[in-house]
């Protein structure tokens, strides 16, 4: 977390802060009880210690301009940190706090704080709403440690204000201090320290990185160049036999350094482009959670951290050039604009043909894919084939790739067809329903398809099902729907139970055949299951009772046959009828 500064556990002595620079600092315990008792502070409640204080650490600022104003107070992912701010200059009237979040952290956030995470995380519960501040308000800003164990925290600032007001966005004469406001500095930065004291005799200048105060022995000027991170003291002799000391805290950031990033073609199919896809080349083998990469359409957008890009870019023909930030999460104020990249965006291929095509299954092909080659585009189909177009013979699918190819890489698009096979018209079974003068019949195919139909010469319908059709001998055409071929059957609609029980009462004693009168010269034959002939019925015999030669035969199934003279005088069988049914005893 850097080299501790001083921290007060009391209000009353709570640390000035001012600029966006980075406070170090590390929480051991608490002075005074700051809320004399007090059960709650806004989300604040009595801690392990019984009161609200546990492990505190008090710090205070002034506002030097409007704007909107957040900070971020980031620490070990491990630890549980709450903090509370108030609006105030007096310790003993403190009111509620305007921001405070005492959420666990069970999540293990690295950071906590008012607007917005500095790793982009938008879900997280330790952060509340930004603050819209004006010039000359004072708060106290109250960070406790919930979980008694600490390794220290860091403090920064954040917000539009620090944008439009990067050197008063704080007012800095909040600090009496004659080298100063902390130091925020980026590694590589030399910091010039000047205690230039009028009538002072000498200088001594002194270092603390953890193990107290070391004199650097040879500087003696009333200047200090520093490069690393200390608390720096120094302390002048004046003519009196006086002394006068003061201290300041200097930090340095990791300073970012963008690796160079590879110009990129993007295709233009889905009309956007994925900006983050480019953050690994960004960082090389820097740590991701230490930066924050964003992508600006000017040099100078990118210098100020100025309209960042969406990180879904919508594309536009032609090149543009991205221009690269990346920034120190823990210092805003390091960071790297030094790369940029071009982004051609390539015009896709145009693949504007059906996804489907069917082939007849008796010797039939297909067509499919583009009539015409694109300029510039080259293909490719999955079964070897180099033109935008083929024709296949077999069901199956079939995947075409189409590459138009830019300066930095190529935009390719896959489009897929399923080939299905499209089978012959064929009828398995008519099927009759309620028969008298006028019937339902629905037609049932033998095989699976999309076929239509149409009855005696009218027009095709895709509904197997005709209304209104009288007994007798009928023609049905039935064709496929995407011309594999067209039969016309000649039909026999008859009627007759599936079942009669001839057990001595009153119900279903006969088994007959309706309509069988409007055929020509009917002669319908009743089979056992073994072939044998029991019984033939015309019109003026059309049922049968059970018996064969007086013996009531088994309850079992019976098949029939129909005979009949068609309109031609041929002597023909009945098609198509499901010619079985059941005597039940």
């Known amino acids: 977390m850097g080299v501790s500064a001083q921290i007060s556990p009391d209000c009353s002595t709570a640390i000035p802060i001012c600029s966006n620079t980075p406070v170090n600092g590390g929480t051991q315990g608490y002075g005074l009880d700051d809320f004399s008792g007090a059960a709650e502070s806004g989300c604040l409640e009595p801690t392990q210690t019984g009161f609200i204080e546990s492990n505190s650490a008090w710090y205070r600022f002034r506002t030097g301009a409007s704007g909107q104003l957040g900070f971020n107070i980031s620490f070990d992912p491990s630890e549980?940190?709450?903090?509370?701010?108030?609006?105030?200059?007096?310790?003993?009237?403190?009111?509620?706090?305007?921001?405070?979040?005492?959420?666990?952290?069970?999540?293990?956030?690295?950071?906590?704080?008012?607007?917005?995470?500095?790793?982009?995380?938008?879900?997280?519960?330790?952060?509340?709403?930004?603050?819209?501040?004006?010039?000359?308000?004072?708060?106290?800003?109250?960070?406790?440690?919930?979980?008694?164990?600490n390794s220290g925290f860091a403090i920064q600032f954040s917000g539009e204000i620090f944008t439009t007001n990067p050197y008063d966005a704080l007012d800095c004469s909040i600090i009496s201090n004659l080298l100063g406001p902390p130091v925020a500095a980026c590694q590589g930065d030399v910091i010039p320290l000047d205690a230039t004291t009028s009538g002072a005799v000498s200088y001594e200048w002194f270092a603390e990185t953890g193990t107290g105060f070391q004199l650097l022995s040879a500087e003696t000027q009333p200047t200090l160049n520093v490069s690393t991170p200390a608390l720096y003291r120094v302390r002048i002799l004046m003519p009196d036999g006086s002394q006068e000391i003061s201290d300041v805290q200097v930090g340095f950031s990791p300073n970012p350094m963008a690796e160079p990033v590879s110009d990129v073609s993007a295709c233009g199919a889905n009309?956007?482009?994925?900006?983050?896809?480019?953050?690994?080349?960004?960082?090389?083998?820097?740590?991701?959670?230490?930066?924050?990469?964003?992508?600006?359409?000017?040099?100078?957008?990118?210098?100020?951290?100025?309209?960042?890009?969406?990180?879904?870019?919508?594309?536009?023909?032609?090149?543009?050039?991205?221009?690269?930030?990346?920034?120190?999460?823990?210092?805003?104020?390091?960071?790297?604009?030094?790369?940029?990249?071009?982004?051609?965006?390539?015009?896709?291929?145009?693949?504007?043909?059906?996804?489907?095509?069917?082939?007849?299954?008796?010797?039939?092909?297909?067509?499919?894919?583009?009539?015409q080659p694109e300029s510039g585009v080259t293909y490719s189909w999955d079964t070897g084939e180099t033109s935008p177009g083929i024709t296949v013979t077999a069901a199956g699918t079939y995947s075409l790739t189409a590459t138009r190819s830019g300066s930095a890489s190529d935009c390719e698009l896959i489009r897929?067809?399923?080939?299905?096979?499209?089978?012959?018209?064929?009828?398995?079974?008519?099927?009759?329903?309620?028969?008298?003068?006028?019937?339902?019949?629905?037609?049932?195919?033998?095989?699976?398809?999309?076929?239509?139909?149409?009855?005696?010469?009218?027009?095709?319908?895709?509904?197997?099902?005709?209304?209104?059709?009288?007994?007798?001998?009928?023609?049905?055409?039935?064709?496929?729907?995407?011309?594999?071929?067209?039969?016309?059957?000649?039909?026999?609609?008859?009627?007759?139970?599936?079942?009669?029980?001839?057990?001595?009462?009153?119900?279903?004693?006969?088994?007959?055949?309706?309509?069988?009168?409007?055929?020509?010269?009917?002669?319908?034959?009743?089979?056992?299951?073994?072939?044998?002939?029991?019984?033939?019925?015309?019109?003026?015999?059309?049922?049968?009772?059970?018996?064969?030669?007086?013996?009531?035969?088994p309850a079992t199934d019976y098949w029939f046959r129909l005979e009949y003279t068609d309109s031609s005088g041929q002597r023909v069988e009945a098609r198509f009828l499901n010619a079985h049914f059941s005597l039940r005893r």
């Open 416 to 553: 897929t067809v399923v080939v299905s096979e499209s089978v012959a018209p064929a009828i398995g079974q008519i099927q009759v329903d309620d028969l008298q003068a006028n019937n339902t019949i629905t037609v049932v195919p033998a095989v699976a398809g999309d076929f239509r139909y149409a009855l005696n010469g009218g027009a095709f319908q895709s509904d197997p099902v005709f209304h209104g059709v009288p007994p007798g001998e009928h023609q049905l055409s039935m064709q496929d729907a995407l011309g594999c071929g067209e039969i016309t059957e000649t039909i026999t609609v008859v009627g007759f139970p599936l079942f009669f029980t001839p057990n001595g009462d009153v119900y279903n004693q006969q088994w007959e055949v309706f309509g069988m009168e409007t055929l020509t010269d009917p002669i319908l034959s009743i089979f056992d299951r073994y072939g044998k002939l029991l019984v033939q019925l015309n019109p003026n015999t059309a049922s049968w009772d059970g018996n064969y030669n007086g013996r009531p035969m």
């Open 80 to 149: 549980d940190w709450d903090f509370a701010l108030y609006r105030a200059t007096d310790c003993n009237a403190l009111g509620d706090p305007v921001r405070c979040n005492f959420f666990d952290n069970r999540d293990q956030k690295s950071f906590m704080g008012v607007g917005e995470d500095p790793t982009g995380d938008t879900s997280s519960l330790q952060y509340e709403p930004w603050l819209d501040v004006q010039p000359g308000e004072e708060y106290l800003l109250l960070i406790n440690n919930f979980s008694n164990t």
């Open 271 to 371: 009309n956007t482009f994925n900006l983050a896809s480019k953050d690994p080349e960004v960082l090389g083998s820097q740590n991701a959670s230490d930066y924050r990469i964003s992508y600006h359409n000017s040099l100078l957008d990118a210098q100020q951290g100025r309209n960042p890009l969406d990180q879904t870019l919508n594309l536009s023909p032609g090149t543009q050039t991205i221009y690269v930030r990346m920034t120190s999460v823990e210092n805003p104020d390091c960071f790297d604009a030094t790369q940029s990249f071009q982004l051609e965006a390539v015009q896709a291929p145009l693949m504007d043909f059906p996804e489907e095509a069917f082939i007849c299954a008796q010797g039939g092909s297909a067509f499919i894919g583009l009539s």
